[in-house]
C-alpha cells in the first residue's frame, strides 16, 4: 500500500501540550476531499477542526474519540484516495512511527519516513553548498531525496524553506474516484431551522432534535458549538451506579482548570484584602449613560476599566509570577472570568487601561459570546497581568477567588446591595459592593496590596476619572 501519511496531533497555540479527539467525522477506510473536516480536537479551552489540505483516505484510526495524547502523537494514518488498506503495511506504519519528524506539531499530515515497506529507501539527495536553503530544509531534503535545484524558494531572496521542501515531497492532488457527495439534508425538518449546515449534518449524524436546541450565533442561529454541547451532555454520563450515582467524565478543559488551581492553590502563598465599595456615584453615572445612549456598559465593564486605571497607578500588582523572576507589565491586560457549559474561560481585554468603558464593554460582549461558542483564539485567553472574578449577578455577597497563574492577583466581585452606612457622622443608606483581593505573597507585600485596593475603592466611588 503506498502513500501512506502520518497525521499527527497538532499545535494550536504556544501552550498547548496535548489535546483530546472530540469526534471522528470521517469513518475508518472512507475517502475525503480537501476542505472537508476529518475531526474535531479539543484543547484545554476550546474545540478546534481540522480541515483536510489535500484529498486522501482515512485508512486508520489509531486513536478513538475520547482519547487524549500530547503534540506530535499519531493519530490516524492517511493513505492516496481510492487504495485499499493493506493492514500489513498499516501495522507495519504504526509500529514504525517515531514522533519529532516532519510531522509532529503539524495540523496537516506529512510525508512518511517511507511510503511502502516493499520500496527500498530513498537516497539521499546532493544538495549544492551554495544553495539558498534553510539548515532545517536541506536536512529535510537529504533524507528523503527531495531534488530541490529546480526548486523556487518562499524565503527572502528566493531562499528556500522547510516547508517549501516539505510541499515538494507531496504527491501532486488527485480527486478521490467517489461520486460528488450531496450535500442537502437528509430530513426535510431542518429547512424550517436556522442553523448553520455544519450544525445540521452534526444533528443528523447524532440524532439531534434541533428543535429543542437554543442557538448563541448571530440572530439565535445555531452553530457547530451548541449541537457539540448537546452531545456532549447526552454522552458524558455513564450509567447510573448503585444508589443512583452518576459518574460524569470530566471534558478536556475541567481536566485544565482542575490541574491550573490545585497547582495554584497548593504552590502559591494566598492572602487576602478585603473592602467595601459605594457604588451609588457609579450606578448614577451609568444613568445618565443610559439616558444618553439608549444603552450603557455594565458596572462590570466599569470595573474592568477601574481596575485598569488603579493598575497603572500601581504597577507593583500589574505583573506575572516566573519561578524567581517578576515580570511587570506596561499595560493592564486583565483577564475576565466567563462561565461556559464547559467550564470557566477567562478571555483578555488586552490594553484596557488605554481604552475607553463603551469600547471595553463592546469588547467584552464579543468576546465571551465567542467564549460560550469555543470560538476564541489561544491568544485571547492565555497571559494577562490581572484577574477578575464577578459573581454578583448570582447574589454572591462576597467570596474569595484562586489566583490564576503566572497572574500575581485576582479580584473577586460580589453583589451590590443597599446597606446601612455612617456618613459624615449619621446613619445613611448607601449601596455597597464587597471586594476581596486575592495576592500572590512571593511578590506582592500587604502593603502594596492594601494601596492598590484602596485606589480601586477611590476610583469606584468617584467615577469621573473613568470616563475621562
Not at 506539531?105 to 546532493?126: F, I
Request: aromatic fraction near 4%.
Amino acid at each position: 500500500m503506498t502513500g501512506l501519511r502520518a497525521f499527527t496531533m497538532p499545535k494550536w497555540g504556544i501552550e498547548m501540550e496535548q489535546g483530546t479527539i472530540a469526534e471522528w467525522l470521517v469513518a475508518e477506510g472512507a475517502d475525503f476531499a480537501k476542505g472537508e473536516l476529518v475531526t474535531l480536537i479539543e484543547t484545554d479551552k476550546i474545540t478546534n477542526e481540522y480541515e483536510a489540505e489535500f484529498p486522501a483516505r482515512l485508512a486508520r484510526i489509531v486513536v478513538p474519540a475520547g482519547e487524549t495524547r500530547p503534540v506530535g502523537a499519531l493519530l490516524a494514518v492517511f493513505a492516496d484516495p481510492g487504495a485499499q488498506a493493506d493492514p500489513a503495511a498499516l501495522d507495519a506504519f504504526v509500529a514504525g512511527y517515531r514522533p519529532g519528524g516532519a510531522a509532529a506539531g503539524s495540523a496537516a499530515p506529512a510525508p512518511a519516513a517511507a511510503t511502502s515497506t516493499a520500496q527500498p529507501a530513498t537516497a539521499p539527495a546532493a544538495i549544492p553548498e551554495n544553495l539558498p536553503i534553510s539548515p532545517a530544509a536541506r536536512q529535510f531534503a537529504e533524507s528523503e531525496g527531495i531534488d530541490v535545484a529546480a526548486l523556487a524558494g518562499s524565503g527572502r531572496n528566493g531562499r528556500i524553506t522547510y516547508q517549501d521542501v516539505v510541499q515538494a515531497g507531496r504527491p501532486a492532488a488527485r480527486m478521490p474516484p467517489a461520486a460528488p457527495v450531496s450535500i442537502a439534508p437528509t430530513t426535510a425538518g431542518l429547512d424550517s431551522i436556522y442553523a448553520s449546515p455544519l450544525a445540521k449534518r452534526l444533528a443528523v449524524q447524532h440524532g439531534v432534535d434541533l428543535a429543542g436546541v437554543t442557538g448563541t450565533g448571530k440572530r439565535g442561529r445555531i452553530c457547530k458549538a451548541d449541537v457539540i454541547a448537546r452531545i456532549s451532555a447526552t454522552s458524558a454520563l455513564a450509567p447510573a451506579a448503585a444508589g443512583g450515582v452518576e459518574v460524569v467524565r470530566m471534558s478536556a478543559m475541567r481536566k485544565a482548570i482542575a490541574r491550573q488551581l490545585g497547582l495554584s492553590k497548593s504552590t502559591i502563598p494566598h492572602f487576602y484584602l478585603r473592602g467595601t465599595a459605594r457604588v451609588d456615584a457609579l450606578l448614577a453615572l451609568r444613568e445618565r449613560a443610559r439616558q444618553a445612549t439608549g444603552s450603557a456598559p455594565s458596572v462590570n465593564d466599569y470595573l474592568i476599566r477601574a481596575v485598569a486605571l488603579a493598575l497603572r497607578d500601581h504597577p507593583d500588582v500589574n505583573i506575572q509570577v516566573h519561578e524567581d523572576e517578576i515580570h511587570r507589565f506596561g499595560q493592564a491586560d486583565i483577564a475576565v472570568a466567563v462561565a461556559t457549559d464547559k467550564g470557566l474561560i477567562t478571555p483578555i481585554v488586552r490594553a484596557a487601561d488605554s481604552k475607553s468603558v463603551a469600547a471595553i464593554s463592546a469588547e467584552m460582549k464579543d468576546l465571551a459570546a465567542r467564549a460560550r461558542a469555543s470560538k476564541l483564539g489561544a491568544d485571547e485567553f492565555q497571559g494577562g497581568s490581572f484577574s477578575i472574578s464577578n459573581l454578583g449577578m448570582f447574589g454572591i455577597e462576597q467570596f474569595d477567588a484562586i489566583i490564576n497563574p503566572p497572574q500575581g492577583a485576582i479580584l473577586a466581585v460580589g453583589t451590590a446591595k443597599r446597606q446601612p452606612v455612617e456618613i459624615d457622622h449619621a446613619l445613611a443608606f448607601a449601596t455597597c459592593l464587597h471586594l476581596s483581593l486575592s495576592c500572590d505573597h512571593r511578590a506582592i507585600d500587604g502593603a502594596t496590596g492594601a494601596r492598590f485596593l484602596a485606589g480601586l475603592i477611590e476610583l469606584i466611588e468617584a467615577p469621573e476619572r473613568l470616563t475621562a
